[in-house]
């Protein structure tokens, strides 16, 4: 059974601290290797299975994909092995035919450029097709994927501000964040800030529902944006609306949708997303029916074509939601199964209505592409910062269309550690390995490539996802999950040969446990970490703060995520009492806040000492500018600013552990009080000014901060 498990990549035991190895439980490995469709529920099983994959492996030729890095000073292990003889022929992406003989043995371990590996060297990057003719009439082919050696590097102003969009309203907000307020964001902070970077949470289209879970890391598709995020009013086809009747609606529409806005900023509201929807879904149509003008309707047709089937299924899926509701195993006949008969008759009977998604995809995609627009106008090298969740909704958009591609029965997770004993089950079906390996990674790419349209640089969550996976057996606990590896060289190499196109920075979150070698694996790719000031201590030797020079220095420097307390709440013990209050702490309150204080104390001592904390660390907005200083003392290539912790707000937008006890993902920016504040009282924030001096004054001594501000302070405007 060990053999078996490990031949398809599932790992039968793991260790969760260098002095311990867990074994998983073999009813655990038996789901496990079934979702792979390999059957291991008896001995005989289990002998059959391994007999028939020694069969393939005698017989095998190829791997389904071959990676080739640029650069690289000797062949892959797989064209090594070939006889000698063989006939190679690469087809390459744009449809050009090479052929040349296998490496002779002499050179396959060999420096790249010799005779025969010339050939390899002169590859465009790309995913190409790879035939080999064998000298004894046998025949094989593969995906070969080349890629550049690395992705880009993130140059330029190397400070920027990170966001929850849905948080951030502006006085022309529809209830919540828009596109709109991101590109006032993105030209505010680039050109009077100096920022160069704005990351946002994910943006991808989310699982209808009443209430849709608000959750931008569980949604329905990964390759779509989400049109809740439009901003309606910028949409060309509001401006010719002329009818009486449909004017008025537009109207009462605004009008409701102010309330909304103004619930959540005065009355104390939360973010409503259902609510901004169902305002936004009767705008679009009412927009939907003004004719598009030519350069327009060819822009649109373009998209259609660029996007083909991968978005025609995804609006299918919508139309169908919109006509059977969200709960797909409701849905009449075989709806259920992308290419059954009974979906092509209802794609067909909901063509207007599969047009009109396909539409509101398209609309999305031009705002986003202004937000990134304006964001590189604005001076800002990198721009938006795209988030790429780990996983889907099982019952979305991306799991009907490639239902293929998903492990049916199984959801990702995270085994027991130190500071969860329970484990994790996140509900997100993972991606077969073996699939993604003989499609080419073709759901990867595709994802990454729309992802990446608009953006400078992409944050790959979980980026550990790259090599394993927890899988957990529906109706197991975490606890009784496994690992499942994936091919780390090949989801590197798309993942580096997509970001060289988009020329684009990669940002990888490698929080909590992580193997070994997987950090230096990014690195050598590239790959930004991500490392929390909190986080970042000497756990090796003394457990004391970790030097600013001590730090690495391809990482994005925090002193927070949308997962943490924010930094004035960590500073005031202020998120332990909260915890205590919704029942969350697992040792007496006492204890809790005597150990969360001395670490502050620890932390603030140490920037006293360095000299950051001049004014003292009773001081929660010196100390607050006490911490970017520090991190913009280490080498760090980009420093993050959490937003809220510009303006002091103290409440987390999501709080692990917690469902309806606590409000994740509806909570608008506030600031120290509690007050919403609006995108136009953000920029005004004297808070916030007073701690963007320190970027200033960073970049005055010559440390990589930022560019002068494009925009200059009135007293230095000509008369």
Known sequence: MARLAALHGVAASYAPSEDRTVHVPEDTVVAVLAALDVDARTPEAVDAALAAHDARARTAVLPATLVLWQGAQSVPDALAALPEGTALRVTTEQGEDRTWPAPAPAHRDGPARTAEGDHWADLPPGVHRLAARLPDGREASCHLVVAPARVPAAEGPRHGFLVQLYSLLSTRSWGMGDLGDLAELAAWAGRSLGAGFVQVNPLHAAVPGTPTDPSPYRPSSRRFPDPVHLRIEDVPEFAYVTGSGDRARLDDLLTRAAALRDGVLSEGALLDRDAVWALKREALEILYEVPLSPGRRAAYCDFLAEQGAALEDHATWCALVDTHGPDRGRWPGALADRDSADTARERAGLAQLVDFHCRAVWLTDCQLAAAQRAAREAGMAVGLVHD???????????????????????????????????????????????????????????????????????????????????????????????????????????????????????????????????????????????????????????????????????????????????????????????????????????????????????????????????????????????????????????????????????????????????????????????????????????????????????????????????TAPPGERPA
């Open 388 to 710: 790429l969740a780990v996983g889907v909704h099982p019952d979305g958009s991306d799991t009907w269309a490639q239902a293929h591609a998903y492990a049916p029965g199984m959801s990702v997770g995270a085994p027991p550690d130190a500071f969860n004993s329970r484990g994790q089950d996140w509900g997100l079906p993972p991606w077969r390995p073996d699939v993604l390996a003989e499609t080419g990674y073709a759901p990867y790419r595709s994802l990454l490539r729309n992802l990446l349209r608009h953006a400078g640089a992409v944050r790959i969550d979980h980026v550990m996802g790259l090599f394993r996976l927890w899988w957990v057996p529906a109706g197991r606990p975490p606890t009784d999950g496994a690992y499942v590896r994936y091919d780390a060289e090949a989801m590197l190499a798309v993942l580096v040969l997509e970001a060289h196109r988009a020329g684009a920075v990669v940002v990888g979150e490698d929080l909590g446990t992580v193997e070994p070698g997987v950090r230096d694996a990014l690195a050598a790719r590239g790959v930004l970490g991500t490392s929390v000031l909190w986080f970042e201590r000497d756990w090796s030797g003394t457990g004391r703060p970790l030097a600013p020079d001590a730090w690495r220095e391809g990482c994005v420097a925090t002193a927070t995520t949308h997962d943490l307390p924010s930094t004035a709440a960590r500073l005031t013990g202020d998120h332990v009492a909260l915890r205590h209050r919704l029942g969350l702490l697992t040792r007496p309150l006492a204890q809790e806040r005597a150990e969360d204080a001395a670490e502050v104390t620890d932390w603030l001592t140490y920037l006293t000492r360095l000299g950051l904390l001049p004014e003292g660390g009773d001081d929660e907005e010196a100390a607050i500018r006490a911490v970017h200083r520090f991190l913009l003392r280490t080498p760090a290539r980009m420093v993050g600013i959490w937003l809220p912790d510009a303006v002091g707000d103290r409440r987390p937008q999501n709080l692990p552990g917690t469902w309806d006890q606590y409000p994740n993902w509806r909570l608008p920016l506030a600031d120290a009080t509690g007050r919403p504040l609006t995108l136009e009282e953000l920029a005004a924030s004297p808070r916030l000014h007073t701690l963007l001096e320190v970027f200033r004054a960073a970049s005055g001594t010559g440390a990589r901060t930022g560019t002068k501000p494009l």
